[in-house]
């Protein structure tokens, strides 16, 4: 994660787009979502502030084992993308509205392999669907949000299958442990105060 100094991003806005014309339902009372855009250390913070989420784990996704770890993965030549797993209750907060924070808040969907100051494919924008009712769900919101023009410029977000394996612990709860870090200072709280204000009844 580096700090030059460029505007914020804009997924700082206001104002959430729409939300999903559909949604997953039904299912267990505990699911998993695994989301990729940029830096995990603001999707963590963000999703960790939303109610009925159970636990979000920093992580990669899109490559292999043997070659998970921030070391290896920042070289961007092993397939990974940063990305979030996140557990949460669908009956206090659906995989649709999960999606509709993600492209409202938690990053820029129209940046391509890249996230604000960072750069390369593993800051890419990426959804990991776990069963075949999150694809559905994540091709039409993205064909929706196209229709929509919710965004100025195209949605570059792509469906990606891939494991997700665990970030390194000193990657884990970083916004929480580390308020006073330039990085996260500069970005990721302005993104966690975004949300509030944009979805104060989802916020915990």
């Known amino acids: 994660m580096l700090l030059p100094a460029i505007a914020a991003p804009a997924a700082e806005r206001a104002v959430p787009i729409p939300a999903p014309a559909q949604d997953v339902t039904g299912g267990k009372s505990e699911q998993v979502a695994v989301l990729a855009g940029g830096c995990f250390w603001g999707m963590e913070a963000v999703f960790q502030s939303v109610k009925g989420v159970h636990s979000v784990t920093n992580g990669f996704a899109g490559g292999t084992k043997g070659s998970a770890s921030y070391s290896q ?48 494919p593993s800051y890419r924008s990426a959804i990991f669907p ?20 919710a965004w100025p410029r195209p949605i570059v977000t792509r469906i990606e299958s891939g494991t997700f394996y665990p970030a390194e612990a000193y990657h884990q709860d970083f916004f929480w442990r580390n308020p006073t870090h330039p990085y996260i200072v500069r970005w990721d709280k302005p993104k966690v105060a975004a949300f509030r204000n944009a979805f104060p009844q989802l916020a915990n």
């Open 130 to 149: 776990q069963d075949a009712a999150q694809r559905r769900v994540a091709d039409a919101y993205i064909a929706q949000l196209g229709r929509t023009k």
């Open 73 to 120: 993965v920042s070289t961007e030549r092993t397939g990974h993308a940063e990305a979030v797993r996140i557990v949460y209750d669908p009956r206090k907060v659906s995989y649709g509205t999960l999606l509709r924070v993600y492209f409202s808040i938690a990053h820029d969907p129209t940046q391509l392999n890249r996230q604000g100051p960072d750069t390369g």
